[in-house]
């Protein structure tokens, strides 16, 4: 039987291996303008990473004073290979920007067109323009706390959570001292001392890290959460047996009475919801201390206001209340490694790939950083709260 083959007889012969071609290392110009010091004082990299980056041949050009809040001097990044330059326009004329904050409207100007910016995005914060400004410059974005690594993971927003939990039980401390008006309560087992109580509201990793921090004080916490997988996860972690409950009014509103301190750690997926009514914030003790972590996300209490850095608490009730966004901002040199421990290894990823737009294309975990690819918005989330149209990247960049 004669059976025809679907190969020609030159593809039937042996041929010779081809193998694959390394991509030639690109090269990175990164511009770090000076953040607002009045809303942020973290820096993206480290005079570590700048060195590291420089010695792969990269180029990163750095505003004067843009560490100086986070304790690195101009001196640290020229010695570590960065050149240091008072103009602003030409910082922000680099091909690539770093930032923490989001940039303002007014700095957008100053983005030259298809220029990659890096920065935090702060959704709940931004408006229409904003996404607006970025477009007209078809500039292509990326988020850190979008970045999703190959476990499934979001590093940023891991880290930052891990450290925003740590800080809101220090932030209590401070403010439980009664110089700054509070009741006088030190955290710590004291022999003969009734413990100091801290009601957690969420059992995320903000939750837990607060969790965490406070027991090895000596406190009695109480952690509040409608995930009781989350809540399991929680005691497993911990390795210390706590109260937990999901949230029910009448046994949260029990334990906020009996509490010097409350956490608010839930986030939503638009904002984050009201569990604690003003009803429940006027029956709890003189004196105690709230801190709303999830302020820049709305707040869980309703009693909660966005405060600043400069003044950061407000007196309700006599109850005081907490209510600064990127609270990591206080610890800036804690945070900037973090960040800069995050950051520097993608960069180094993307000059491996060849070009940024080769990173886009065959990298996902760079992919999915992206909300904006030249002017085109490709994240449904934000197309969804700010009644703006999207593509899907993955159709574009095929």
Known sequence: MDITSPFSKSELMPQEEKLDVRKKRGQLYIGIPKEDFKVEKRICLTPESVSMLVKAGHKVLIEAGAGEEAS????????????????????????????????????????????????????????????????????????????????????????????????????????????????????????????????????????ESAARTALALGVNVKVFDNNIHKLKRLQKSLNHQIFTSTIQERVLTKALMRCDVAIGAVKGCNRSPILVSEEMVQRMKPGSVIIDVCIDNGGCFETSEVTSHENPVISKFDVIHYGVPNITAKYSKTASLAISNIISPYLLEISESGTIEDAIHYDNTIRSGIYMYKGILVNEAIAKWFSLNFKDINLIIL
């Open 72 to 207: 690195y001097n101009d001196l640290k990044y020229s010695n570590a290979g960065a050149t240091i330059t008072n103009d602003r326009e030409k910082v922000f004329g680099c091909p690539i920007i770093l930032k923490v904050e989001p940039p303002t409207l007014e700095e957008i100007k100053l983005i030259k067109p298809r220029t990659y910016l890096f920065s935090a995005l702060q959704l709940r914060t931004q408006k229409k323009e904003y996404f607006e400004a970025i477009a007209k410059k078809k500039i292509t974005a990326l988020c850190y706390e979008f970045i999703k690594d190959r476990y499934g993971a979001y590093p940023f927003l891991n880290a930052i959570s891990e450290m925003a939990g740590i800080a809101s039980i220090q932030i209590a401390t401070d403010y439980m001292c009664s110089m700054n008006g509070g009741k006088g309560l030190l955290f710590g087992n004291i022999t003969g001392v009734p413990p100091t109580e801290v009601v957690i509201i969420g059992a995320g990793l903000v939750g």
